[in-house]
């Protein structure tokens, strides 16, 4: 009989994450996204009409209806499949991009496999991102896991999250990141589909997204500090017995890095940059647009819309964030994507 105390660990771990994002308050206390440091400059003729304005965009060899993708967040329990139903139906009627959660629990046990395959089968059309861990990575003497994990969605592109902060504070966390780089350079060069690198809430650097250029990666998710903190999840899952306070607001903020990263375009070719990390209206999707990044991502906000209200809590948040998009875009001028990228902000007043 096989070992299923890994498995079982795993599903019990990510059960705990979803739990305590829903039911605690596990945002940044002093650090925010940045994005409140910025206005737009008001466009009092933008010689367009509210009617010309464009929100689609391309994402991973299809076309978006909005610049958004419903983050990354679960898979590998059994409410997961529920969570990833619903989501995957509302990015199916809306037409967007959809992450799923880390796969490594389907690398090693099949019994919760259809938590994963539930979106494709709900979304045959959308973009889909898989999702595996750097810590797994490092390890991988070729592509052939990877391949499994893109087989079992139909993914469009893996995502290979970066996450030494919370890997080092959870105490059954692997904080071995030595080789991740090459890991991702093989997958790069072996896999079919793009390769997307993401944090998980304390931002990617200039500096380390010029290392990932290096060896062939053009997807970024900064997925930067202001939003969730994984050492505040972590504190708090485990009741007392570790305090990783100290780590709270750890993290380079969510405008910070997309502006750095996306810097980063007059050096490499084909560069999408992905804005996530504490972005909470579409209006700040505006701001992150225009900041430089090409698609925003989000995950705990959506995931409280779901639990407050299902799917139709889920499609009224993504419909205003859909409303506070184009009316910025009106109100700058910006036809489409491209020219809200281009769009001037300033610096916010403060009282």
């Not at 970024?220 to 100290?246: C, F, H, P, Q």
Request: charged share 20%; with cysteine.
């Amino acid at each position: 009989m096989p070992n299923r105390t890994l498995p079982r660990a795993l599903s019990s771990r990510k059960k705990q994450h979803v739990d305590i994002t829903l039911s605690r308050n596990v945002l940044f206390r002093k650090k925010t996204t940045g994005l409140e440091g910025f206005d737009f400059v008001h466009n009092a003729l933008p010689e367009i009409d509210l009617a010309d304005v464009d929100t689609s965009a391309d994402f991973l060899g299809h076309r978006v209806s909005l610049p958004l993708m419903v983050s990354c967040m679960t898979g590998g329990y059994r409410e997961a499949l529920t969570i990833n139903r619903h989501l995957a139906e509302v990015c199916a009627e809306l037409g967007i991009a959809m992450g799923v959660g880390s796969q490594r629990q389907a690398l090693v046990d099949t019994h919760y496999h259809r938590t994963f395959s539930i979106v494709r089968e709900v979304a045959p059309s959308i973009a889909v991102v898989g999702n595996i861990g750097a810590a797994e990575v490092r390890a991988m003497k070729n592509a052939d896991d990877a391949r499994r994990l893109i087989e079992l969605i139909r993914a469009d592109a893996l995502a290979v999250h970066l996450n030494p902060l919370q890997e080092m504070l959870q105490r059954e966390g692997t904080p071995t990141f030595r080789g991740v780089l090459s890991g991702i350079a093989l997958l790069v060069s072996g896999l079919p589909v793009p390769v997307i690198v993401k944090e998980i809430g304390a931002g990617i650097s200039q500096s380390v997204a010029r290392r990932l250029l290096g060896v062939g990666v053009r997807h970024i998710d900064v997925a930067g500090a202001g939003g969730t903190s994984w050492a505040g999840v972590e504190t708090l899952r485990t009741r007392g017995k570790r305090s990783n306070e100290a780590f709270w607001d750890w993290g380079i903020p969510t405008a910070e890095a997309i502006r750095d990263v996306a810097a980063l375009r007059a050096e490499v070719t084909g560069l999408t940059v992905i804005a996530s990390g504490g972005i909470r209206s579409g209006l700040e999707a505006a701001k992150s647009i225009a900041l430089g990044a090409d698609l925003v991502a989000s995950a705990r906000p959506m995931l409280l819309a779901l639990n407050a209200g299902g799917t139709a809590g889920v499609l009224k948040l993504v419909r205003s964030w859909a409303e506070e998009l184009r009316s910025a875009m009106f109100l700058t001028g910006s036809r489409n994507v491209a020219e809200l990228q281009r769009a001037q902000l300033r610096e916010a007043d403060h009282p």
